[in-house]
């Protein structure tokens, strides 16, 4: 009987001998493949002054949710005494900043708080510490651009938002254009936004480096254009932030939706360069 030469069986028997392991692994990368994609631990945090957050919250975990997958954790803190509601204050401390390590366990953290006469240092540092050293990535929406802003170490907030305001113009309709078309979380964008209802100006007097600005808005006060959509990104996290949503009829719109979805999944590094969502983070099927 013919026998193949040595040179020639030794790599069959090696690769026979291999076959099983090979298997394992092929099988291994096509179930890791299979795997399907967790929704988005989502925390959003809301609350205090000025705002209607009992339907903000339910317009945003609504919106969002038909837009990617995600799994919410909502923080509403409210106090009724005698029909008044003393957690919608802009000194009310949220109890979602009870614990150290408040954010841990969630993907991402989405702020549509209004906290602005907050001046607890510490409570400051414990706020930014998840986002700042954690890299948790942040969605700021309108007046959490004014939150905490009276505190002395203010800027560890500022640094995660991306900008410093101090106050907003009266509220008007608002014409928004793009400031960067191109960037993945502005496709999709209209040329230009208008308000349906008056909605507020915040005045954007510094602006960090690591911030790149997106949206803009004319001030006929000030003669300029003024950042209201920005994403900030330093190395450690990513934070998406617009000032726009004081009324209702602006976060119900169907491209304000869209948009803080984008900016939600671009912080979350599942948006690609086109303004898709990544595999699996799609909206859900209904
Ligand atoms: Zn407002």
């Not at 493949?33 to 205090?48: H, S, Y």
């Not at 802009?90 to 993907?107: F, N």
């Not at 900008?163 to 078309?181: F, Q, W």
């Not at 602006?207 to 300029?224: I, M, N, P, R």
Request: aromatic residues 8%.
């Amino acid at each position: 009987m013919l026998a193949c030469p040595p040179s020639l069986t030794q790599p069959i028997i090696a690769t026979m001998r291999l076959l099983p392991l090979l298997t394992f692994l092929v099988l291994c990368v096509s179930s890791i493949a299979a795997e399907p994609v967790k929704p988005l631990r989502a925390l959003m945090i809301t609350g205090g002054c000025c705002h209607d957050y009992t339907n903000q919250k339910r317009i945003l975990s609504e919106g969002l949710s038909a837009r990617l997958p995600v799994e919410w954790t909502i923080v509403h803190d409210v106090q009724l005494v005698d029909g008044k509601d003393l957690a919608a204050s802009r000194d009310h401390v949220s109890t979602a900043y009870a614990k150290d390590d408040w954010a841990a366990g969630y993907d991402v953290v989405l702020h549509n708080e209004c906290y602005g006469a907050i001046k607890d240092e510490a409570l400051i540092q414990r706020i930014a510490k998840p986002h700042k050293e954690g890299g948790v990535p942040a969605v700021f929406l309108h007046c959490s651009m004014h939150s905490y802003r009276t505190a002395p170490n203010a800027d560890l907030w500022r640094e995660i938002v991306g900008t410093k305001s101090m106050y907003h113009e009266p509220g008007a309709i608002l014409t928004v254009k793009p400031a960067d078309a191109q960037h993945p979380v502005m496709r999709g964008f209209p040329a230009e936004f208008v308000t349906t209802e008056k909605d507020e100006l915040y005045i954007v007097e510094k602006f960090w480096d690591t911030a790149h600005v997106l949206g803009q808005s004319y001030s006929e006060k000030l003669k300029v254009e003024n950042p209201v959509i920005w994403v900030n990104e330093n190395g450690k996290y990513r934070s998406f932030a617009t000032t726009l949503g004081h009324p209702n009829s602006t976060m119900e719109r169907p491209e304000y939706l869209d948009l803080v979805a984008r900016g939600l999944l671009w912080a979350c590094g599942k948006l690609d360069a086109e303004g898709k969502p990544l595999p699996g983070y799609e909206a859900p099927k209904r």
